[in-house]
């Protein structure tokens, strides 16, 4: 018999990877979701399912959900002028929906102009789908506008590609610091970027415990990945250690 930990709960875990234990349903290939759970001898372990209910082996479910495609909410051609909002809708989705990356050319003599003798901008709203059919995640809608006037040649770049995005990071954990207590700074410096190299400097970020040879821990996740992977530099981290994330 298991029990299933919260979703809410921190993350367990699971040798060098972490298992996410966030408020959405982890979901994999072949519908399959994974949790964490005790087992009857009292130990942390990943318990793995189908939608069936039926529990399946935990080295079968992969570390990633599928690469995540661009679908388009919106796009709008003069927005800023008065025109109609969607306008253009149909043509960006024609031209980038179900990519992995997309630079669309915005040509007036192409797609038309609503309001003549106008500067007018660009604005598109998109959005990261991972699909597992016939189950979609989406992630957040991200807004893109390229200022006018967009539509003498302007390009607009829409992506998917993987970028860090800090759960949490702590200075001094091993020494009964807050846990978190670093989330913010490296989540300034490095979330939205493929890679990144974060310098841990005392003199910079505080000392939370004075006298204790301090580590720093950071778990991070890819934001197309469905798994939180844990760093660790150890004691003393504030006298210049880096922390390497990469999401390539």
């Known amino acids: 018999m298991q029990t299933r930990i919260s979703r809410w709960a921190l993350p367990i875990a699971f040798g060098s990877v972490i298992a996410s234990a966030s408020a959405d349903t982890i979901l994999w290939p072949g519908q399959v979701w994974c949790y964490p759970s005790i087992n009857t001898e009292g130990k942390v372990e990943k318990t793995c399912e189908n939608v069936l209910g039926e529990d399946i082996p935990a080295g079968n479910a992969p570390d990633s959900l599928p690469e995540a495609v661009i679908r388009i909410k919106s796009a709008t051609y003069g927005l800023n002028r008065g025109a109609?909002?969607?306008?253009?809708?149909?043509?960006?989705?024609?031209?980038?929906?179900?990519?992995?990356?997309c630079d669309y050319t915005v040509d007036y003599t192409v797609i038309g102009d609503p309001v003549p003798g106008c500067a007018k901008k660009y604005t598109a709203q998109s959005q990261c789908s991972y699909e597992l059919d016939p189950i979609v995640i989406k992630q957040p809608a991200l807004a893109s506008t390229l200022q006018a006037e967009a539509g003498f040649g302007s390009v607009l770049h829409l992506d998917c590609y993987p970028r860090i995005k800090v759960v949490s990071a702590t200075y001094g954990l091993n020494c009964g610091a807050p846990q978190g207590n670093q989330t913010a700074n490296l989540a300034g410096a490095c979330d939205g970027r493929f890679t990144c190299d974060y310098t841990v400097d005392y003199t910079v970020i505080g000392d939370p415990a004075p006298g204790c040879a301090k580590d720093y821990t950071v778990q991070n996740q890819c934001s197309t990945k469905a798994i939180v992977r844990v760093a660790k530099l150890d004691g003393e981290a504030g006298y210049g250690g880096v922390a390497h994330l990469s999401c390539q």
Do not use: I, W
Request: overall charge neutral; aromatic content about 0%; some cysteine.
């Open 84 to 101: 109609r909002h969607g306008n253009q809708t149909g043509n960006l989705t024609e031209a980038c929906d179900g990519r992995v990356t």
